[in-house]
T-cell receptor
Framework: KAGVTQTPRYLIKTRGQQVTLSCSPI?????VSWYQQTPGQGLQFLFE???????NKGNFPGRFSGRQFSNSRSEMNVSTLELGDSALYLC?????????????FGEGSRLTVL | AQSVTQPDIHITVSEGASLELRCNYS??????LFWYVQSPGQGLQLLLK??????LVQGIKGFEAEFKRSQSSFNLRKPSVHWSDAAEYFC?????????????FGSGTRLSIRP
């Protein structure tokens, strides 16, 4: 069974640009969560989607948005990029709508903002 | 409020030596507890989990962890480390059948292996 796939793996953007990251969950998994990981802040929850609906959102500005498609694939978008958005963005999937904490992570998308 | 503390930011052990990584949690009810490992440039991989029952849980790669309710701890152990164990380790606590937003990750412990 294929794991969680995130694309692109690496990208470089400049301030003010926008970026879209993609996540394909494990087949059959309907819940997708996104996390931002930085050396200073650690792992921070961005948002969670289940059946195309955003169930929860972390404490991030409105520049961060996401969506989930009917095939459970998810995208997140960051507009008007700032230097502080440089981070590893991790996507995680889980099989059911209610999460015990057993998450299956992708390898992440490393975003560098110059 | 839920919280997870990993008191050790960085630990170095010799290859073949035993390992114990500390994790303390604060949670009002019986927690769901996890250890994840992250190799450089990779995502997180679940090592083991505790939901209920036997307080000593076995995981992958020869790791085990013991849930001690009286000490609010869930320490990770391995009897003999290998160079490939060098990675960052995260303890996490979940509320049990709830949103992923309720899962709290510790700040991580970076493990280095001395040849």
């Amino acid at each position: 069974k294929a794991g969680v796939t995130q694309t692109p793996r690496y990208l470089i953007k400049t301030r003010g640009q926008q970026v879209t990251l993609s996540c394909s969950p494990i087949s059959g998994h309907r819940s997708v969560s996104w996390y931002q990981q930085t050396p200073g802040q650690g792992l921070q929850f961005l948002f969670e989607y289940f059946s195309e609906t955003q169930r929860n959102k972390g404490n991030f500005p409105g520049r961060f948005s996401g969506r989930q498609f009917s095939n459970s694939r998810s995208e997140m978008n960051v507009s008007t990029l700032e230097l502080g958005d440089s981070a590893l963005y991790l996507c995680a999937s889980s099989p059911t709508g209610f999460n015990t904490g057993e998450l299956f992570f992708g390898e992440g998308s490393r975003l560098t903002v110059l | 409020a839920q919280s997870v503390t990993q008191p050790d930011i960085h630990i170095t052990v010799s290859e073949g030596a035993s390992l114990e990584l500390r994790c303390n949690y604060s949670y009002g009810a019986t927690p769901y507890l996890f250890w994840y490992v992250q190799s450089p440039g990779q995502g997180l991989q679940l090592l083991l989990k505790y939901f209920s029952g036997d307080t000593l849980v076995q995981g992958i790669k020869g790791f085990e962890a013991e849930f001690k309710r009286s000490q609010s701890s869930f320490n990770l152990r391995k009897p003999s480390v290998h160079w490939s164990d060098a990675a960052e380790y995260f303890c996490a606590v979940g509320a049990g059948y709830s949103s992923a937003s309720k899962i709290i990750f510790g700040s991580g412990t970076r493990l280095s292996i001395r040849p």
